[in-house]
């Protein structure tokens, strides 16, 4: 077969085959999981990763594998990258990012509200290397502005945000930065390719957690970031190999069947969350409901210019949401009470404010706090809306509360 320029196809074409070819020993059409940790060489081989090309044969697979090659191809393509690079999980991948693109005297200025073990990270690793850190609500491009410094040589954003489901305008941002001569970092997991492509607003780099919507199973751990090969060559040499952080081939293989029907999951996750969110919102025990679909999302003109699918992410308060937990623990039976999202299966889980402002989210202004309190409340409910059929969450999430 004759390689095939993705660039010019749709959406569930690339997602389909991208990265992916018969088999030229067996004609095999569906990809092989190649298991290997070593191949067999030429005597000339080197044997420092300092002496390895980007299209160099396959020497270790902590240095590249065919199988997770395949991955890379796939997720670049949907991404619109020129590479990508797969990690071991998410953290894996951010990081490697991290650790590679700052150094001691270096600013860092990052959400005051990201992905928990990151925000904690940023508590307490990151600044005993002497990198200075300032969060911020980065849906205030002002407050951007006021945190950057000169040494500031990184923003990193999540947009939507962990667990609020508060947007940052991705393109504005990216003026901010590089006006500031920093890098721009999103945080793409909850919106996937299928809403947003990052890189096409202006950022320097995107990173998922291919373990969420990617994946899509709830069955494999995995990470990557993408971007260009300029930016990504340096650091697959530097941290992702030295640090080493790969992915197994076989979860990479487990990955890319799951990307397959990416486009298609995105659709029913979609359609399924905004039912569930309209039917929520109506709810007389309901006190809010927060989901970039729904008009009543502080942010839902930024929603709709900058994401073409809203995800099948909700989150809601409940009065005595401690309580209402145990109760929903005990009494879904469609829904699992689990940790975790982007699964094809409903998940939800309570997220108590007071222990995350105490463990994880230590927020520097009264403005901070304010914002949190607005989304959040005293805890939320962070809904993974899944696959199921969207009457049948309903009734399940009915029972459940009368």
């Given at each position: 077969m004759s390689k095939t320029d993705f660039s010019r196809l749709g959406e569930q074409t690339k997602a389909i085959h991208a990265g992916e070819e018969p088999d030229p020993v067996t004609r095999a059409s569906a990809p092989s999981i190649n298991m290997s940790t070593t191949f067999v060489v030429e005597a000339d081989a080197g044997f420092s990763v300092e002496s390895l090309d980007e299209d160099a044969a396959w020497i270790y697979t902590r240095w590249g594998n065919p199988t997770i090659h395949q991955l890379e191809l796939k997720l670049a393509a949907l991404e619109q990258a020129e590479t990508a690079i797969a990690f071991a999980s998410g953290m894996g991948a951010i990081t490697a990012l991290v650790f590679h693109l700052l150094k001691a005297g270096d600013h860092l200025v990052i959400s005051d509200v990201t992905y928990a073990a990151?925000?904690?990270?940023?508590?307490?690793?990151?600044?005993?290397l002497n990198i200075e850190v300032t969060k911020v609500n980065?849906?205030?491009?002002?407050a951007i502005k006021a945190a950057i410094k000169?040494?500031?040589k990184l923003i990193y954003i999540e947009t939507p945000c962990?667990?609020?489901?508060?947007?940052?305008?991705?393109?504005?941002?990216?003026?901010?930065?590089?006006?500031?001569?920093?890098?721009?970092?999103?945080?793409?997991?909850?919106?996937t390719p299928i809403a947003t492509k990052p890189l096409l607003l202006g950022a320097d780099f995107v990173i998922h957690s291919l373990t969420k919507y990617?994946?899509?199973h709830g069955d494999a751990l995995g990470g990557a970031i993408l971007g260009s090969k300029t930016a990504l060559t340096p650091l697959r040499k530097k941290t992702a190999i030295r640090l080493g952080g790969v992915i197994s081939p076989f979860n990479a293989w487990l990955i890319m069947r799951g990307i397959a029907t990416l486009p298609i999951r995105m659709r029913v996750h979609e359609e399924n969350a905004l039912k569930v969110?309209?039917?929520?919102?109506?709810?007389p025990k309901v006190k809010k409901v927060i989901y970039p679909g729904l008009p009543s999302h502080p942010q839902y003109e930024l929603a709709k210019r900058q994401m073409k699918n809203f995800s099948g992410m909700i989150t809601f308060q409940l009065e005595n949401g401690n309580k209402q937990a145990k109760i929903f623990a005990e009494k879904l039976q469609i829904i699992h009470y689990a940790v975790?999202?982007?699964?094809?299966?409903?998940?939800?889980f309570y997220l108590n404010?007071?222990?995350?402002?105490?463990?994880?989210?230590?927020?520097a202004t009264l403005e901070q706090l304010a914002s949190w309190n607005d989304f959040a409340g005293e805890g939320i409910f962070r809904f993974s809306i899944g696959l199921e059929d969207a009457d049948d969450i309903i009734a399940d999430l009915k029972q459940a509360l009368d």
């Open positions: 990151l925000t904690e990270m940023a508590n307490e690793m990151i600044p005993e980065t849906s205030d491009p002002e000169p040494n500031t962990n667990p609020l489901l508060r947007l940052t305008d991705i393109a504005e941002v990216a003026v901010i930065a590089h006006q500031a001569g920093a890098k721009l970092a999103v945080d793409s997991t909850f919106a990617l994946g899509g969110a309209a039917w929520l919102e109506q709810h975790s999202l982007g699964h094809h299966r409903s998940l939800i404010s007071a222990d995350l402002l105490e463990s994880s989210f230590k927020f």
